[in-house]
């Protein structure tokens, strides 16, 4: 798993815009921790990935609270079901060998700090707000485990991959893309969380896998063929939300669509592979900055979104709002402007320390 570096080109490229494309498509590891430059397309993918998520959360509450959400946005939810989270985790496997070239006990604090911080900290503000809300709810302490089964369960899963790539990273990564992959066909139905573990485990290491032979990738994958294999992603979404509305239809539970579900793994896989393939041949434009502000900020947007979504619902419901779509789209709207309030604050002390922690928990002793 090294690092990856851009195999130098036949001829330069001849424009800015060919330059500015080259750079946006190479030296991936390097984007890991802020330590170097962003890259714009993975922004991009991250900030789309989010928003949607917020988007999925919102219908979910609008039905709750409201009434039933017009089957468009349902549809929406659905259609892109297969590659929402799983694209977020690839994009999360995409970086990990650069940051494998750490001491061990950077790697293990950079995490902490970063992602095991703010699960705490937000289970703490979302166990709080909900006891706030109804203390009948709130039926489990921090001591046990029920207390930590929130939304943030994404990033518990992340926290785990990115312990597991550091313990095993001498083991190929083909294996670890493998093995959950099958695991996942044995996990009873009811255990759907652990489940739901197995089989994003593989889109995390397929992310570092094309991160490690990432020349390879792009060259077996050339744009063209992207673009005529983009039929694949498109045709899993649309089965997804057409799914659902057939399970609509016959009203069953829950609803259809594809969710988690280790048949369509490999499809999701092999959209996620295109897609990313094509972003990555994007050159920059100023609609693109908004979105990649909510990919560079995706941390502080997934944990802000969700108490903050919920207590508005609950807000709408207290206000007599009858019309879901009025609803939805008004939650939507506040959801993401009150995390892009976060977003901003949430470089400054002492609004940081909700996301993560500083590099150093005490000054460093000067010497004697």
């Known amino acids: 798993m090294s690092e990856h570096t851009e195999s130098p080109s036949p001829s330069a490229p001849r424009t800015r815009a060919d330059a500015a494309a080259a750079r946006r498509s190479g030296d991936i590891s390097r984007a890991l921790e802020r330590h170097d430059r962003r890259i714009g397309w993975m922004d991009l993918l991250r900030g789309i990935a989010i928003l949607l998520v917020i988007l999925h959360h919102t219908t979910q509450i609008v039905a709750y609270r409201v009434g039933e959400v017009p089957e468009f946005f349902a549809f929406v939810s659905a259609f892109f079901a297969p590659f929402r989270m799983p694209m977020l985790m690839f994009l ?211 944990t802000v979104h969700y108490p903050t979504f919920a207590a508005l619902g609950w807000i709408a419901m207290k206000a007599g709002i009858t019309n879901p779509g009025i609803g939805l789209v008004l939650i939507f709207t506040v959801t993401v402007a009150i995390s892009t309030v976060f977003a901003l604050l949430g470089r400054r002390m002492p609004v940081k320390l909700l996301f993560e922690l500083p590099k150093r928990l005490w000054p460093k002793r000067e010497p004697a």
């Open 92 to 302: 999360s496997g995409l970086l990990v060998a650069g940051s494998l070239k750490r001491p061990a006990g950077e790697y293990i604090w950079g995490k902490v700090r970063r992602i095991l911080w703010p699960i705490v900290v937000w289970t703490i503000v979302y166990a709080g707000a909900e006891y706030l809300a109804d203390p009948a709810q709130a039926k489990y302490m921090p001591w046990e485990l029920g207390f930590w089964n929130t939304y943030l369960w994404f990033m518990q899963f992340v926290f785990a991959y990115y312990i597991l790539a550091l313990l095993i990273k001498r083991i190929p990564i083909w294996v670890m893309i493998v093995v959950p992959f099958l695991a996942a066909f044995f996990i009873p139905g009811d255990l759907d969380l652990l489940q739901r573990f197995f089989y994003l485990m593989p889109f995390f290491f397929l992310g570092a896998f094309v991160e490690k032979f990432w020349d390879q990738y792009a060259r077996i994958l050339s744009v063209p063929l992207a673009w005529g294999l983009a039929i694949i992603p498109i045709g899993v979404a649309v089965y997804s939300g057409l799914d659902d509305i057939w399970a609509r239809d016959a009203a069953i539970e829950g609803g259809g669509g594809i969710w988690y579900d280790p048949w369509f793994a490999l499809p999701s896989m092999l959209g996620i592979l295109i897609l990313v393939r094509l972003a990555a041949t994007l050159s920059e434009h100023r609609w693109m900055q908004p979105i990649e502000f909510v990919g560079r900020y995706s941390l502080i947007y997934y």
